[in-house]
Every structure is written in C-alpha cells, then in structure tokens.
T-cell receptor, first 113, second 111 residues
Framework: DAGVIQSPRHEVTEMGQEVTLRCKPI?????LFWYRQTMMRGLELLIY????????DSGMPEDRFSAKMPNASFSTLKIQPSEPRDSAVYFC???????????FGQGTRLTVV | DAKTTQPNSMESNEEEPVHLPCNHS???????IHWYRQLPSQGPEYVIH???SNVNNRMASLAIAEDRKSSTLILHRATLRDAAVYYC????????????FGAGTRLFVKA
C-alpha cells in the first residue's frame, strides 16, 4: 500500500490566489482528517470526514477555507483567496473502521508570499 | 474535549529507557488513549494505544493508571532515531473519535 498520498508536496503562491491541496486516503479507510501545522499553533485539526461526509469542520479558520470529499478515494482542501498567514504544512490522514491508528501523509508545505 | 498535560521536553541517553508521562484527568470510560510521534520533517506516526490494560508492541509499551487519569509511554531502549515530538491523545467517544493533538513532549536523545 502506498499510504496516504498528498499533492503537491510544496506549493508557493502569491497572496490572493486560489490554492487546492489534494489527498488520496488509504483504500478502504472511511475516516479522513485535514490538519494544519505551524510553529506557533502546532497541529490543528481543520476538518474531519466520515464515510465522505463532513462530521466536524469547527477547526476551519474562516470562509476562505473549504474541503470536499466527493468519493472515498479523494479529498481536497481549498483556500480562496490565500493569505500569507495561511503558510503552513498541511497534513491529510485517514483511518479505518476500527478505532486504531490514523495514517498521515507526508504533508504539503504551503508558502503564500 | 479532554485536556492532556505533558512535559514540554525530556532528555534521555541512548540505549536507556525513557518514560514519557501524560495526564488526562478528564478522560471518560470509553475514550481510548493513543500515542503518536512526529519525527523531524515528517507527518505524525502512530505508536500505540490502549483503553484500560497495559499494552506492548514492537515500538513501545503503554502503562495506563488504574483510574485512567494518566498514562506513560515507555521506550525500552532509546535510540537517536527516537528523537521526536511525542503526543498523548485521548480519542473521545463523544467527539466522534477525532484525533486532536496537543503540544506534545519533545524528546532529545543524547549519544
């Protein structure tokens, strides 16, 4: 299994541009998480899907952020418009049916200039 | 959400055991206790989890207090590769078992 796959690994964009981060969870997993990590705030849970349905999006910072999971094998996190304070590493993770471990992707390092 | 308290940092010598403590006094009876670690420049990785009994796996051991208000992650022989941030995470039944990270403990391992 290739694990959780995130793309791109690095993204540099200008303030005001739209940014789309992508995640392919592990096949068969039914829970998906998006996190953001910064030095100041650590690892923050942004949104949590179960069976492709958003369960808790209380961590999404503001309306500029949106996430979708159109099917069990793909999710996107979109920032529109992007701002310099959105610069962070964004992680996607997936988990199977039983309450065991979540598997994390390698992350996308986003820099907004 | 259940609050956790972990030391900001700990230091160990290579080849020695390390005991990483975590207080989770507000945990409820059906909440699991998970531990993850994050190596430099990588995503978090699962280490171990438990509910009531002590647990062992190839990476570590987890000792859970009888009242479940605290737990200790035990690395039996620390190596330089174990230098990481270790997170203790209560997985809340009422929270839909979402995984929420605190600040964790940064473990330094000296050769």
């Amino acid at each position: 299994d290739a694990g959780v796959i995130q793309s791109p690994r690095h993204e540099v964009t200008e303030m005001g541009q739209e940014v789309t981060l992508r995640c392919k969870p592990i096949s068969g997993h039914n829970s998906l998480f998006w996190y953001r990590q910064t030095m100041m705030r650590g690892l923050e849970l942004l949104i949590y899907f179960n069976n492709n349905v958003p369960i808790d999006d209380s961590g999404m910072p503001e309306d500029r952020f949106s996430a979708k999971m159109p099917n069990a094998s793909f999710s996107t996190l979109k920032i529109q418009p992007s701002e310099p304070r959105d610069s962070a590493v964004y992680f996607c993770a997936s988990r199977g049916q039983s309450i065991t471990e979540a598997f994390f992707g390698q992350g996308t390092r986003l820099t907004v200039v | 959400d259940a609050k956790t308290t972990q030391p900001n940092s700990m230091e160990s010598n290579e080849e020695e055991p390390v005991h990483l403590p975590c207080n989770h006094s507000t945990i409820s009876g059906t909440d699991y206790i998970h531990w993850y670690r994050q190596l430099p420049s990588q995503g978090p990785e699962y280490v171990i989890h438990g509910l009531t009994s002590n647990v062992n796996n190839r990476m570590a051991s987890l000792a859970i207090a009888e009242d479940r208000k605290s737990s200790t992650l035990i690395l039996h022989r620390a190596t330089l590769r174990d230098a990481a941030v270790y997170y203790c995470i209560p997985l809340l039944n009422t929270g839909g078992f979402k995984t929420i990270f605190g600040a964790g403990t940064r473990l330094f391992v000296k050769a």
